[in-house]
């Protein structure tokens, strides 16, 4: 009933820009927090961006916070992840989801449903 599909990842050199976006199928989107999470090899899945539906209120952890940016459009049902200035260090594989709530969390065991996953590597 509800999709997710992420796309937009590469590979980079160190200080370059990518952005990621993913479709959300039905009428999931609206009225639903989101966000985006990430996992790289032998670590847990951790969150780099989320945004509340009402008033698109969003949070980053430190870890990006000031060079990664999460942004929607409403009517296109889509999700966006503008991450600039990346580091080696960000490299992971980027999921996007959504928690079927109108409030954002952190922790990735509340989000409901998530996409396949889009591969980030910066790399020099």
């Known amino acids: 009933q509800v999709q997710l599909v992420g796309s937009g990842g590469g590979l980079v050199q160190p200080g370059g820009s990518l952005r990621l976006s993913c479709v959300v199928s039905?009428?999931?989107?609206?009225?639903?927090?989101m966000g985006w999470f990430r996992q790289a090899p032998g670590k847990e899945r951790e969150f780099v961006a989320v945004m509340d539906w009402i008033g698109g209120t969003t949070a980053y952890p430190d870890s990006v916070k000031g060079r990664f940016t999460m942004s929607r459009d409403n009517a296109k049902n889509t999700m966006y992840l503008q991450m600039n200035s990346l580091k080696p260090e960000d490299t992971a594989v980027y999921y996007c989801?959504?928690?079927?709530?109108?409030?954002?969390?952190?922790?990735?065991?509340?989000?409901?449903?998530w996409g396949k996953g889009t591969q980030v590597t910066v790399s020099s």
């Open positions: 039905g009428r999931a989107f609206r009225g639903y927090a």
């Open positions: 989801a959504v928690h079927r709530r109108s409030y954002y969390s952190t922790n990735a065991a509340d989000l409901d449903s």
